[in-house]
């Protein structure tokens, strides 16, 4: 019974720690420029804001407009990967890997609220989530040009 | 009943991706430097198509099926033993006191688990398979996955650039800690309905999500070089003119 609960205990925590892993490597990312930034002016996205407010000012956090932030730019991000000069109109597989971890990060955010220990640390994570679908949104709008603008220069234009 | 059509449709995916992974590997000539990940690939792929086609020669209930199954089953571990000997080898390119050390430990871990398995065959020798292979097969599968996880560690320690045996250690991770769970609730709910499920589908679901790692490693992420640590000064390119010099 006790050698059976342990290697429960311990697997499930190994699985979902290798989990989460993979999902940071996948974020680490290098893209050769931001691109995210062309995306987060284009629709108004507010989780640069919010980060930067988090990481320096380390401002008092409105949970329930937080959430209500994060998600917006989480269904505005998913929307735009899905559909923004995506051929196939579906998602990658590293695409849907991160979609699930962001959900659960957002469930994490909700229970780290109710305990109120690491909400930052859940917020940071969301946001360098959000930040991944933007740059990929905006290296694959940068590859598609009207006239002599790239997507992303026309829509900065507007 | 569904869920054996899933566990079906898991497995066949599984199999169809790691034979395109093996293709891709070979078409791109990355057999020398992704040699665990080729070797634990052909294991799979070998292992599985022998149980397809027992299975479909002989039934489920079969004991030829039986035997297959847990003949394969050894070949993997064995398998997953040796591509963890070498993720090793890989990390400690260039740490050579260290990998002294790390092969010798990991001959001696392979004899004590060998011994311990040994011992419960000589208490019911009727039982080979049973006795030894089964045990052998579950000490030895549960060794690998702490020792994926100590890998992972030694990864941190010397602060490895190699970015791709990072995901790789990620995806047998995920592939030896999610069965195991699932067999050990099992285990706790002596063989509850929803648990048998569970472990049923997990198997090839956490195969599944190994080879897609994989493949994303194999495919997306460059390689960058193996056992350099990050604190290692990288080595200044010399001009041209001082080399003809």
């Known amino acids: 019974m006790i050698p059976a609960t342990f290697v429960l205990i311990l697997s499930a925590a190994l699985f979902f720690f290798y989990l989460h892993v993979i999902c940071q490597k996948i974020l680490r990312r290098q893209f050769d420029r931001e691109y995210f930034e062309s995306i987060v002016n284009a629709n108004r996205l507010e989780f640069p804001s919010l980060r930067k407010s988090l990481e320096e000012l380390g401002a008092p956090v409105d949970y329930p407009r937080l959430r209500m932030m994060l998600k917006c730019d989480f269904l505005a991000l998913t929307y735009l990967l899905k559909n923004a000069a995506n051929v196939n109109q579906r998602y990658s597989n590293e695409e849907q890997l991160l979609i699930l971890y962001c959900r659960w990060q957002f469930l994490s955010l909700a229970v780290r609220r109710l305990l109120k220990v690491g909400e930052k640390k859940a917020i940071l994570r969301v946001t360098s989530v959000l930040q991944y679908f933007a740059n990929v949104v905006g290296q694959r709008v940068n590859t598609v040009r009207f006239g002599n603008l790239t997507a992303a220069d026309y829509l900065l234009n507007l | ?245």
């Not at chain 2, 050579?96 to 871990?109: A, Q």
């Open chain 2, 1 to 245: 009943m569904e869920s054996n059509l899933v566990s079906y449709v898991l497995q066949d995916s599984g199999i169809l991706i790691e034979a395109a992974l093996v293709l891709y590997v070979a078409w791109t000539s990355q057999w020398k430097g992704q040699g665990a990940v080729a070797f634990y690939l052909s294991s799979l792929l070998v292992a599985q198509l022998t149980r397809a086609c027992v299975l479909h020669e002989y039934g489920l209930t079969s004991l030829r099926y039986y035997y297959a199954y847990w003949s394969t089953d050894f070949l993997l571990v064995i398998s997953a033993f040796v591509a963890m000997c070498l993720f090793f080898r890989r990390a400690c390119l260039r740490e050579e006191k260290m990998w002294r050390l790390i092969r010798l430990s990991l001959v001696l871990l392979f004899v004590l688990v060998a011994a311990i398995s040994g011992v419960s065959l000589s208490l019911n020798r009727h039982d080979f398979f049973t006795y030894f292979i089964v045990g052998f097969n579950q000490n030895l599968y549960f060794t690998c996955l702490v020792l994926n996880t100590l890998l992972y560690l030694l990864l941190q320690h010397i602060d490895s650039t190699d970015d791709q045996l990072g995901l790789l250690v990620c995806g047998v991770g995920i592939q030896f800690a999610g069965p195991a769970a699932t067999l050990a609730l099992v285990h706790l709910t002596t063989g509850g309905r929803y648990a048998k499920l569970l472990a049923y589908l997990s198997m090839p679901l956490c195969t599944l999500g190994m080879l897609l790692v994989w493949a994303y490693v194999i495919v997306y992420v460059p390689k960058t070089a193996s056992g350099l640590a990050r604190r290692d000064v990288p080595l200044l390119a010399v001009p041209a003119r001082e080399l003809e010099l």
